[in-house]
């Protein structure tokens, strides 16, 4: 095996003398369908949430008839609201620093090392959410809360890798740092939060997804009803290596998104009952692996 390019204008340079410039229609292609498969995840969502809510009210009317008789239940109410909007002040606090790797290309093993700066930044929200991707620093965040219905968002990273060769296993990993929190709360009317973290490669030749792995850590899945609280217990943090692998064509250029995403939904109910969602992730890339030494 012999070391062909180190550093990232030395391999950049190497996949242009190669495979020539990545392909921008293919980029805009597959940003546009990761953002059409979130707004699509929302709608359903929210369509579900839409055909659930009249039948959902009927069964609650009784039980809230009772609270709203008692004082007592209707004040409980009152503060148990306020303590749980406390809790979307809190901000996360990123712990991992960046990590100072080098890009490289090695031959005779098809193995390139991507690192910062990477090529395409991808976000996407819709409702009460924000999101941020910064390919130069390899990192993007979102956060949301459910804000009386529906929050979606989702943000990651785009790297361009050409093959050189046929392989029906070509293998992609990333090194990936994660803080999140998450939280949802119950009083009388349900909540849902879900997260996940995804890698995806679209490749231009092929012109659709040949990966679309998902459930990678962290990940989750939660709801709440009538008196209940769940959550990640405050910001978690750490660090996990995740792979996938795809078929691949020779001399053919393919876009890796390392991307995550998330919903939260909850009602703003009314003074004898509501329920509340949100969280947050804030993701770092340090580098993507392309095939194995």
């Not at 953002?35 to 659930?52: L, P, V």
């Not at 005779?108 to 395409?120: E, Q, R, T």
């Not at 709360?185 to 490749?203: L, P, R």
């Not at 329920?275 to 580098?287: D, E, G, L, T, W």
């Amino acid at each position: 095996m012999t070391l062909l390019a180190y550093g990232a204008k030395k391999v950049s340079a190497l996949e242009a003398t190669l495979g020539g410039k990545p392909p921008k229609k293919a980029a805009d292609q597959a940003l546009a369908e990761l953002k059409q498969q979130m707004r699509e995840r929302f709608e359903r969502r929210n369509a579900q949430i839409a055909k659930m809510r009249p039948l959902t009210e009927r069964i609650q009317a009784p039980v809230l008839e009772v609270v709203k008789a008692d004082r007592a239940a209707a004040e409980s109410v009152a503060k148990r609201r306020k303590l749980t909007l406390a809790q979307s002040k809190e901000k996360l606090r990123v712990k991992h620093a960046r990590m100072n790797i080098d890009p490289l290309m090695v031959s005779g093993s098809g193995f390139w090392l991507k690192a910062p700066p990477y090529d395409v930044p991808f976000q996407g929200v819709v409702g009460d959410a924000t999101a941020s991707s910064n390919i130069n620093a390899g990192v993007y965040s979102f956060s949301m809360t459910g804000n009386g219905g529906s929050s979606a968002a989702s943000a990651g990273l785009g790297i361009w890798f050409f093959a050189t060769e046929n392989d029906p296993a070509q293998r992609i990993a990333a090194l990936f740092d994660y803080d999140y929190s998450w939280f949802d709360s119950s009083t009388y009317y349900t909540a849902h939060n879900d997260g996940s973290t995804n890698i995806w490669v679209f490749g231009h030749s092929e012109n659709r997804w040949v990966l679309q792995q998902g459930g990678f850590f962290p990940s989750w899945s939660d709801g709440t009803g009538w008196l209940e609280d769940h959550g990640s217990d405050g910001e978690q943090d750490g660090r996990e290596s995740i792979e996938g692998f795809f078929p691949a064509r020779a001399n053919s250029w393919y876009l890796a998104f390392i991307w995550s995403t998330g919903s939260c939904d909850d009602s703003s109910g009314s003074i004898f009952g509501f329920s509340y969602a949100q969280q947050a992730q804030n993701m770092s890339v340090p580098f993507v692996v392309f095939g194995s030494l």
